[in-house]
C-alpha cells in the first residue's frame, strides 16, 4: 500500500540536502568574502522611513522632502537668519500694493538632462501647482494667486491679495521649482537643478543619486562654490534603530538618524558626530478642544499650560537633544521672540494649575476628565508619558492614547469639531520657514479643524500677510500673544522630528538648513 | 482530477473576489483619512474646496461601494490602481518587492524544514526518551523565542561584532541572518508537527507488520513511516509559507529586507488604499495558490486521495 521506493526517497532525501548544502555554502562563503564597506566617492544615508514621492508639488513630509532638497532648487534661499537671498532668481522686488511680484531668473541655470530652468520652467511650477487635476496640498501656501506670466527673464507673480510671507516660502523646501522635463504624459521621472542628479529608486530600499557636475551654488551658506565634493549620494532605508547604528558603526553607512538614547551615547563619543538641526523650522505644541467645556474657559485652557513642564519634555522626552521653547513660531523664524512669548504664555506651575482649575470646581475629588492624544514619533510617547504625570498633579485625569498618525488627525478632527462630551488635549508639531504657517494652523478651518472662529483673531492673520518688516513682526506678536494668552497654543519643544543626524568624527562639511533639510555639498572625509 | 482543478481554479477566483471586495469596504471603516495624512505637518494652507478636489481626484468623493466596484473592475481588466501616496502603480510596485518575499520565504522554509524534520524525526524515533525530551525543549525554546529579538541578537553578533555579514545589504549576503531568524521558530514547529505525525504512525498496523516479517528498523523508518508522517508536515509548510509570503514584518524591519510586508504595513499606517487593496489581493492569490498545490501534493503522497 505505502509504495515508497528507493528511488522516491533518495530523491526526495537528495533534494533536500543540495538546499540545505546550498544555503550553508552561501554561509561559508560570506565568510570568506567579508563584508564591502563603503567606497570613498559614495555617501551613505540611512534613515528609518522611504520618501512617499519626489514630486514636488504633491507630497507635503519631511521625509521626502529630505531627498528633494538635493535634487532640485528653490526659487530664493535662506540663510540662518532667515535673511532671503537669490537661488534660481538672482533677485526680486514686489510692488508698493504688495501684489506684484517680479522675479528675475538667472541665466543659465541647467536641468539634469540638459533642459534650461528659465522663467518659462518657473512658471509651469507655478501654474502646475494651482492646477486642479494635480490637486496639491500647497495650491494655498503662495498667495491668492490671479495669474502668473513670463516677460523674458522676469517670472511676473500676480497676487489677489498682498501675501508677504512669499519670498520666505519661496526661500524654502516648500516651494520647490522641478524641471517641466519631470513630468512626461503620466510618467514622472525626478529631474531638478539641484546638486544631485536622479539615478534610481528601489522603493523602501534606497535612492541613488549622483552628483550633477554643471551645478553651481549660490545658497548662502554652502561654501561650495561648485559640483558637492563626493560623487554619489545613496539614501538608504533602514527601519530598526539597533540596526542603523550597527551599519554606521560598521561603516556600511556614513550618516545615519539615530534614535534618541542612541544620539545621546554618540554625542558622547569623539569617534561620532551627532548634528541637530538648529535651523528645523518645527515646533511641537499642545492644543485643546476649546470648543468642548470646560476649554472654553481660558482658565481651564490656561490650566493646561500651567501644568506643563516643557524642560522635562525636551530634557527627558527628548534626552536633551530639542528644546523648550514658548513661542507659536518656531525659534529662529522671523516673529519668534521667547522672551516676549514667555511674558503671554504659562510656565511650569502647577499650585497655579490646581488653583484655576478649582475655581472651575475641579479638585482632587473631581479630576478632570480629558483625553490625551499623541501622535507615534520617537520623544513624543515619552513627552506624553511625562505630561500625564504632571496633570495628574494638577488634578487633571489624562487618559493617554498614543496613535498612529492617520487615525490620530481623525480623532483630533472629530474632537475639534464637537461641542459636548469627553474634552482632549492633543500634542502635534508643524514646521515652515515663516510663521505665516500659524494661519494654516488656526485660520478656518484650521488644521485638524482647530481653527480659532474669533472675528478678531482670524483678522489678525489675514492682516499679518499684507505688512512687511517690522509691522509684520508687530503684527505676528499680536498673533501670538493671542494663542498665548487665550492658552489655545502651549508650544512645547522644538525640533521634533527627523531632526537628528550621526556620522564618524571623520566627516567633515555636513549641515542642515531650513525644515531639517541635510545638504551634502561640502562634505568630505578625512 | 482536471475537473478538480478547474472546481478549485474557479472557486479559487471568487474567493480572490470576495477578499477584495470584502477588504475594500473594510479598510473604510478604520479610522483615519487619507487626504489628511497627505497634508501632514507641511500641509500647507489647502482650502475646504481644494481638500475636496483632492478627493475627488483621488476618488474619494465617490461612495464605497462604487469605490470598491470600480477597483474590482480595474482588477479584472490587469488594472490594481495607482498608490495615493507614491503615484506609482500598484501591481508593479508590489511585483517588484515579491521576489524579494519569495527569496525570504523559501529561504525560511529551507532552514526550516532542514532543521525542523529531522529533528522531529530523530525525536519520534527517540520517543520517550532523554533525546526527545531535550529535542523537544529546543522546539519549545525555538518557537518561544520572539524573532525580533532573535533578529536583533544574531544581527548585532554577526554583523556588528565579527564583521561576517552586512548590517542592511540587498544581496543574497543579506539573506541568511533573516532566513535563520524565521527559520529558527517555523523549525520548531515543523518538527513538533514531524514527530507528533511520526509517532501516530509508528503505533499504526502496516508498521507493526513489517518489523514483523523482519525488515531492519531503518527500512522501516525510511520506506514505510516517513511518506505518510509527511502529510501533516506538508500541511504545515504550506501554511507557513503562506504566512510568510504575506511578509514577515517584524523580521523585514529588522533586517531592513524590502519585502511585501514592510510595504504592506506602509500602506495601511498611510491608508493607502488602492496599495492594501493589492497587497491583499496578492496574498490571497498566494494562500489559495499554495492550498491547491497542498491538496495535490496529498493525491501524490497518498494513493488513497483520489479527487473526481
Redesign the interface.
Known amino acids: ?4 521506493t ?1 528511488q522516491r ?1 533518495a530523491r526526495t532525501i537528495a533534494q ?1 540536502g543540495i ?2 548544502g ?2 550553508v555554502g ?2 561559508v562563503g ?2 570568506w ?4 564597506m563603503a567606497a570613498g566617492d559614495t555617501i551613505t544615508y ?1 534613515r528609518p ?2 520618501s ?2 519626489l ?1 514636488a508639488h ?5 521625509i521626502s ?1 529630505q531627498v528633494m532638497q538635493q535634487i532640485y532648487s528653490t526659487l530664493l534661499t535662506l540663510d540662518d537668519k532667515g535673511k532671503v537671498h537669490p537661488g534660481v532668481a538672482e533677485s526680486y522686488s514686489v510692488s508698493d500694493d504688495g501684489l506684484t511680484y517680479r522675479f528675475t531668473i538667472r541665466d543659465g541655470v541647467m536641468c539634469h538632462d540638459g533642459t534650461k530652468m528659465d522663467a518659462a520652467a518657473v512658471k509651469w511650477n507655478l501654474d502646475r501647482v494651482q492646477s ?10 503662495y498667495g491668492n494667486v490671479a495669474g502668473t506670466t513670463v516677460e523674458g527673464r522676469d517670472v511676473v507673480y500676480q497676487l489677489n491679495e498682498p501675501f508677504s510671507p512669499l519670498p520666505n516660502i519661496f526661500g524654502g523646501v ?1 516651494a520647490i521649482m522641478m524641471c517641466p522635463s519631470s513630468v512626461q504624459g503620466d510618467d ?1 521621472t525626478p529631474v531638478g537643478s539641484g546638486p544631485y542628479k536622479f539615478v534610481s529608486w ?5 535612492i541613488v543619486l549622483e552628483a550633477f557636475d554643471e551645478y553651481v551654488n549660490v545658497h548662502p551658506l554652502v561654501k561650495n562654490p561648485g559640483a558637492p565634493y563626493v560623487k554619489n549620494l545613496i539614501i ?5 534603530g ?2 542603523r547604528m ?2 554606521l ?2 561603516g ?2 556614513d550618516f545615519a538618524e539615530p534614535s534618541l538614547p542612541d544620539a545621546a551615547d554618540l554625542d558622547a563619543d569623539p569617534n561620532y558626530k551627532v548634528y541637530t538641526a538648529p535651523l528645523s523650522g518645527q515646533q511641537g505644541y499642545t492644543g485643546v478642544t476649546y470648543r468642548i467645556p470646560p476649554f472654553d474657559d481660558v482658565r481651564a485652557r490656561r490650566a493646561v499650560g500651567y501644568a506643563i513642564d516643557r524642560n522635562a519634555c525636551a530634557d527627558y522626552g527628548f534626552q536633551g537633544l530639542s528644546k523648550a521653547t514658548h513661542c507659536p513660531i518656531a525659534p529662529g523664524l522671523p516673529g519668534e521672540d521667547q522672551e516676549l512669548c514667555k511674558q503671554w504664555g504659562t510656565s511650569y506651575d502647577p499650585d497655579k494649575a490646581r488653583s484655576l482649575l478649582a475655581e472651575l470646581g475641579y479638585g482632587p475629588d473631581n479630576p478632570l476628565k480629558v483625553a490625551f492624544e499623541t501622535a507615534q514619533l520617537q520623544g513624543w510617547d515619552e513627552c506624553a508619558t511625562i505630561m500625564q504625570q504632571q496633570f495628574k498633579e494638577s488634578y487633571i485625569d489624562a487618559d493617554l492614547r498614543i496613535n ?4 490620530w ?3 483630533a ?1 472629530e474632537a475639534n469639531s464637537r461641542t459636548s462630551g469627553l474634552p482632549m488635549i492633543w500634542n ?5 520657514t515663516d510663521g505665516d504657517y500659524l ?2 494652523l488656526w ?1 478656518m ?1 484650521g ?2 479643524g482647530a481653527g480659532i472662529d474669533v472675528p478678531e483673531f482670524q483678522q489678525m492673520l489675514v492682516d499679518q500677510r499684507a505688512l512687511t518688516g517690522e509691522a509684520r513682526i508687530a503684527k505676528l506678536h499680536e498673533v501670538q500673544k493671542f494663542l498665548l494668552e487665550g492658552g489655545y497654543e502651549i508650544p512645547l519643544f522644538s525640533p521634533g ?1 527627523f531632526w537628528l543626524s550621526a556620522s564618524k568624527a571623520n566627516v567633515e562639511g555636513f549641515f542642515q538648513v531650513q ?1 531639517a533639510m541635510p545638504v551634502f555639498n561640502d562634505v568630505t572625509f578625512n | 482530477m482536471t475537473n478538480y482543478i478547474i472546481r478549485r481554479l474557479v472557486i479559487a477566483f471568487i474567493t480572490l473576489m470576495l477578499s477584495v471586495i470584502g477588504v475594500g469596504l473594510l479598510i473604510h471603516i478604520v ?4 487626504v ?13 474646496e ?1 481638500i475636496e ?2 478627493r ?3 476618488g474619494l468623493d465617490k461612495p464605497v461601494w462604487l469605490q470598491t466596484l470600480n477597483y474590482v473592475k480595474g482588477v479584472l481588466s490587469g488594472d490594481m490602481g495607482q498608490s495615493m ?4 502603480p500598484v501591481g508593479k ?1 508590489l511585483f ?2 515579491l521576489p524579494a518575499t519569495l527569496a525570504l520565504a523559501f ?1 525560511a522554509m ?2 526550516a ?2 532543521v525542523g ?1 529531522p529533528l522531529g524525526f530523530f525525536a519520534a524515533y527517540k520517543h520517550n526518551t532523554w533525546v526527545d525530551n531535550i529535542l523537544m525543549l529546543v522546539a519549545v525554546l525555538g518557537v518561544s523565542i520572539p524573532q525580533f529579538w532573535l533578529g ?1 541578537i544574531l ?2 553578533f554577526f ?2 561584532t565579527l ?8 544581496d ?2 543579506s ?2 541572518l533573516p ?1 535563520i531568524t524565521l527559520g529558527v521558530t517555523f523549525s520548531a514547529i515543523v518538527a513538533r508537527m514531524t514527530r507528533s505525525a511520526m509517532i501516530e504512525v509508528f503505533s499504526e498496523d ?1 508498521i507493526r507488520t513489517a518489523r514483523a516479517k523482519g525488515l531492519t528498523e531503518t527500512i522501516v523508518l ?3 513511516a ?3 508522517s509527511l502529510i501533516a508536515v506538508i500541511t504545515i509548510v504550506g501554511v507557513v509559507f503562506g504566512y510568510l509570503m504575506g511578509g514577515a514584518v517584524v523580521v523585514e ?4 529586507w ?1 519585502g511585501i510586508g ?2 504592506a504595513l ?1 500602506a495601511v ?3 493607502d488604499y488602492p496599495m492594501i487593496q493589492g497587497f491583499i489581493l496578492i496574498f490571497a492569490s498566494v494562500i489559495v495558490i499554495v492550498s491547491i498545490v497542498m491538496d495535490l501534493t496529498y493525491a501524490w503522497l497518498d ?1 488513497r486521495i483520489t479527487y473526481d
Do not use: C
Open positions: 500500500m505505502w509504495d515508497v528507493n526517497f533536500t538546499a540545505v546550498i544555503a552561501i554561509a560570506t565568510v568574502s567579508g563584508v564591502v540611512a522611513q522611504d512617499e514621492g514630486d504633491k507630497v507635503t513630509t519631511t522632502f486642479p487635476d494635480i490637486a496639491s496640498p500647497f495650491a494655498s501656501s516648500l514622472f528601489e522603493r523602501n530600499n534606497k538608504k532605508v533602514i527601519p530598526e539597533v540596526a550597527a551599519a558603526k560598521t556600511e553607512v498612529e498618525w492617520a487615525a488627525t481623525e480623532a478632527v502635534v508639531g508643524m514646521s515652515g494661519v494654516f485660520g478651518p488644521a485638524q522630528w525644515v | 479610522p483615519g483619512d487619507p489628511m495624512v497627505m497634508l501632514g505637518k507641511n500641509g500647507g494652507s489647502a482650502t475646504p481644494q478636489n483632492m475627488r481626484v483621488l501616496f507614491t503615484d506609482q510596485t517588484n518587492v529561504s529551507v532552514v524544514v532542514g524534520l536583533l544581527l548585532l554583523s556588528l564583521g561576517w555579514l552586512p548590517v542592511a545589504g540587498d543574497y549576503r539573506l541568511i532566513a502496516f525510511r520506506r514505510h516517513l511518506k505518510p524591519n529588522v533586517f531592513s524590502n514592510r510595504l506602509e499606517l498611510r491608508r494513493p
